[in-house]
Structures are given as C-alpha cells and as structure tokens.
C-alpha cells in the first residue's frame, strides 16, 4: 500500500509540473522569464520519473542509471531557479554568472558520473543504501544557494515595490517547501524511506500557479500584448493596484519623457507638469480630459479601472491620444464657414448696390427726360403748355418722393456701422440720443475677442433706448458694459417709471431672443416708480491661437 502511494505522489507531482510549464509555455508567452521557470518543472519531471521505479531497482546498475537520470534533473534546478529569479526582477546577472552557475552544476553532474573513479560523490552506493561524499554536499549547497539567493533577489525586489505581504507569502512558500522537504529527508529526520522533495515541488507548482492567475506573478497580459501596445499611436500607461507604473508602451514614453525605470512619483510629476492628473484608484477616472502641449500638439488623457468581484480596483490603464487633427478640421471648418458667412455679406452687398444704382440711375434718367419736356413746353408759352408743366413737374415731385423711399429702404437693409467694436457701437447708439442723457461705462478692455458680439450689443441696446424713450418717461438712462474673460456682461438702468409687472412685448422678446442666438440669458426688473434694469449676460467663444 505505501508503494502504491507514494508511486501516486510521484505522479501526481509529474502531472502537476506538466500541467505548470504546459500552461507557462502556451499561454503565457515564450521569453527568458516563462522558459526559466518552464526549465524549473521540467528538470522536476527528469527528477520523479526514475523514482517511479524505484521499487523495482534490484540491482546496483539499474538503481546507478535511475540516480543519474534522477541527477540530470536536480543539479540544474538551482541555476534554472535563479535565472528566473534575476529574469523576473529585471536583473542581470552578468555573463560570468551565467556561464559558471552551469558549469558548477555540469561539474557536479560529472562528478556524479565519474564517482566510480574517485568517490567523491558516493563514498559508498549499493541497492540498499548510500553514503553521501563531499562532492554531493558541496552540490546541495550549491543548489539551497541557488534557491536562497534568487528568493533573495525576488524578495528584495518585492520590498521595493511594496508587493502585498499576500504576495510575497506564496512566492517565498512556493520556493522553500522543497528545500525544507529535502533538509529534512537528508538529515534523516523523517525516516519515510522515500525522498519528498519531489512531492514537495508539486505543492510549490501549485503555490506558483496561484502567484500566475491570482496575482499576476508573470504579468502574463503585458507579455502578451506588448508588441500590438508598441505599434498603435495611443499612449498606454498600466498601474497596479498599488499605483505603481508596471507598463507604459514608445508613444507613451515618447510624449511623457520617461527615462528608463521612472518611479512612480516621478511619472506622476511629469504628467502633472503636462496638465494632467495622476491615476484614481479610490474610484475616480473616466472622465477625459484634455491639455496643449509645448510643441502644439493637443493629447486627450481617459482612465479605465478594472475591479474584482469585491468591487475593488486591482489596476488601472491610462491612455493617452493625438486629437490636435481633430482641432486642426474643427478650425478649418469654423474658417470655411467663416469665409462663406463673409461671401454671403458681399453678394447682398452687392446686390443692395446694384439695386441702390438701378433705382437712383431710373429715376434721374426719367427726371432728366420730365426736365427737357417741361423746357419745350415752356418755350411755346401758350396756356396749354403750363398746365403740361405742372403735371410734369408734379410726375417729377412723384419720382422723386418714390426714389428717396426706395434709396432710404436699400441703405437700411445695408447699412453698415462706423464701428465694428462693441465700445464703438455703443458709443454711437449713446451720441444719437438728444431727449435725455445717456452715459457709458466701459469695465475691463475691449479686444478682437468681443467683435462678433457687436450686433448683437447694438441690437439689444437700440431696442432698450427705443422702448426708454416710448414709455418710461425717464430723465436718464446708464448702461455698463463689462468685460470678462469668458463673458460680455451689459446692465442697462433708467430713473423711469417703472412698471408693477412686466409684459413680454415685441421689444423685450427681441432682446431676449437676441441674447439666446449666442446662448446667452437676460434677465429683466422692474417695480412702480423705480425705473427699468436689464441685466445680459453673453458667453465668449474662445478664439483658437
């Protein structure tokens, strides 16, 4: 029964160890780092396979061929460990290192097949025991220091990144059941009869599993989709649940300025030097925001969390995107249509034009024919003839009048003010005002950014005078206009009469409406005896430099 068990073990610390590097070479990616580790099941694999037989080993020779192939597995198991160790902490060893940690062990493994010659390895080997030499204690030596020294390199590298104590716990376990299994059985402390190191590797591939899914021990997923990452224009930048920077891929690094391993404060200094916040953890991102940079390019920054079932965040990706093509087609938009508003203006210039010439040309052509009719008649001088007069000149007074009506109705519909300014504008509204005074204050400064708000101020105005002038019976009008960064404000205020309440008519609709075509709000007060305000409030478009 304890041969059929412990043949189960062995087994089972073979299908697990298959399972390991199976999984490690197919789904994880092939580089230095799964290799190495894949190298480390294997040699297991070398290892328990000839301990499948060891019940059948009746003779010196067959239990000297099951050690040596049980040996080819054990005596690089040190280096493979360690190379992973140095691969996985991103730490290189050096080429000495890696050139002599195998040589040590293909010494060793030499020794072992040489013993017969010298007995260095075995002092004695037979079927029912053996007794070991100093060549075997140097290469289990060699082996604990191999395995102690890359828990070492692992675990100083787990301090420096402040790994979860989780984290560090399964992967020191995952390395020292074996060399606490294999103490044990060497020092004869547990008689089992049987070696349970190899028993042991099966429970540190199981450990070593749990580090690769649960913790991302591996970090499978930027092992696997590091190339496509390189290759797209998007900067990509992955944090961990502890807000450390694990990836970040050439676009990222290009428009951050990120020198090598940067840590994590670092990163975040640079990013908030570009306008940009540093990664939320605790709930936040989603929310793109944008910042120019030096150079002109515009880069729009979008966080993405990724929680567990239990709702919390184990990382965290930013990405980073060139959107100045889309600013850049925006601003030739708004100048195309810029430029066909300005076209638009200039044809029914023109159109108003040829109609002002066509109107002033027909009627002075026909008063200069009414003219030449009334001098012939004249020169008759018989009664008939003054009577053709009068009617000429009474034909004439007609065009007349109709030409100055129709002149007065062209320059209205093209009339184009002095001033394009909106201080200019009111300033001109104010001067036309004789009945009462009408005073102007300008709070802030006028510039190029507030010129397409100017008719828009002059209409609003105008309408405010207008209905001042009909109904309020006022003896003054004051108007502020205030400049803001990104608002025009205009307060309008008159020592009228005043109203109990206020009914929308033509005019306050019309200056309501004008207000809402640029989105902008007006408000409107009034009480008996108290005169009539009128507060406007309109947005800025900000002017792309």
Not at 26 to 52: D, E, H, M, S
Not at 164 to 192: E, M, Q, W
Not at 219 to 241: C, K, P, Q, T
Not at 467 to 474: G, T
Request: hydrophobic fraction near 40%.
């Amino acid at each position: 029964m304890g041969g059929f068990l412990l043949r189960l073990t062995y087994l089972c610390t073979i299908g697990c160890s298959l399972y390991t590097s199976g999984w490690l070479l197919f789904k994880a990616g092939r580089n230095k780092n799964t290799l190495a580790l894949a190298a480390c099941q294997v040699l297991v694999i070398i290892w328990c396979v000839p301990l499948l037989f060891s019940g059948f080993l009746t003779t010196r020779t067959m239990k000297y061929v099951a050690y040596g192939i049980s040996y080819a597995g054990i005596s690089f198991i040190g280096p493979a460990w360690l190379e992973f160790s140095f691969g996985y902490c991103k730490k290189d060893p050096g080429p000495f290192i890696r050139r002599l940690l195998p040589g040590i062990s293909v010494f060793n493994y030499v020794m072992f097949l040489t013993n017969e010659s010298h007995n260095l390895f075995y002092r004695q080997f037979a079927v029912e025991a053996v007794e070991y030499g100093p060549v075997f204690y140097f290469h289990m030596l060699f082996t604990y220091a191999c395995v102690v020294g890359g828990m070492a390199v692992v675990f100083r590298e787990f301090i420096k990144r402040r790994v979860d104590v989780r984290h560090l716990a399964v992967i020191c376990l995952a390395a020292a059941v074996p060399l606490c299994f294999n103490c044990l059985y060497l020092s004869g402390t547990v008689k089992t009869g049987f070696d349970l190191t190899p028993p042991a590797f099966a429970w540190s591939s199981f450990l070593m599993l749990i580090a690769v899914f649960r913790y991302d021990f591996l970090d499978v997923n930027a092992m696997a989709f590091e190339h496509i990452f390189d290759s797209i224009a998007e900067g990509v930048l992955v944090y961990d649940r502890r807000g450390m920077l694990t990836y970040h891929n050439q676009a990222a690094e290009q428009w951050i300025g990120l020198e090598g391993n940067e840590d994590m404060e670092a990163v975040n200094q640079k990013l908030e030097a570009m306008g940009f916040p540093g990664p939320a953890m605790d709930g936040g991102g989603g929310e793109a925001l944008e910042a120019m940079q030096k150079n002109g390019t515009r880069l729009r920054m979008k966080q993405y969390q990724y929680k567990n079932s239990k709702g919390q965040t184990d990382a965290a990706a930013v990405i980073l995107t060139d959107v100045s093509e889309f600013y850049q087609a925006l601003k030739n938009k708004e100048e195309l249509e810029f430029s066909e508003r300005r076209l638009a203006v200039e044809q029914e210039r023109n159109r108003i034009a040829q109609e002002v010439h066509d109107t002033t040309g027909h009627t002075l052509t026909m008063i200069q024919s009414l003219l030449r009719l009334m001098r012939a008649q004249m020169k008759t001088g018989t009664p008939e003839s003054q009577d053709a007069v009068y009617e000429y000149m009474a034909q004439a007074q007609e065009l007349v009048t109709g030409g100055i009506r129709e002149l007065r109705c062209s320059i209205n519909e093209m009339r184009q003010e002095k001033e394009t300014t909106v201080t200019g504008t009111m300033a001109d509204l104010a001067g036309r005002v004789k009945e009462i005074p009408v005073e102007v204050e300008i709070q802030g400064e006028d510039g190029q950014a507030y010129t397409g708000l100017a008719p828009v101020v002059y209409g609003i105005l105008r309408e405010a005078i207008t209905n001042c002038l009909k109904y309020a019976a006022a003896s003054r009008m004051d108007v502020i206009v205030k400049f803001e960064k990104d608002s025009l404000k205009l307060f309008i205020f008159d020592d009228g009469c005043g109203c109990e309440s206020i009914r929308e008519s033509n005019g306050i609709r019309g200056i309501r409406e004008r207000a809402a075509k640029t989105g902008g709000t007006v408000r409107f007060f009034s009480a008996a005896g108290e005169g009539f305000q009128i507060y406007v409030n309109l947005p800025v478009k900000e002017q792309e430099t």
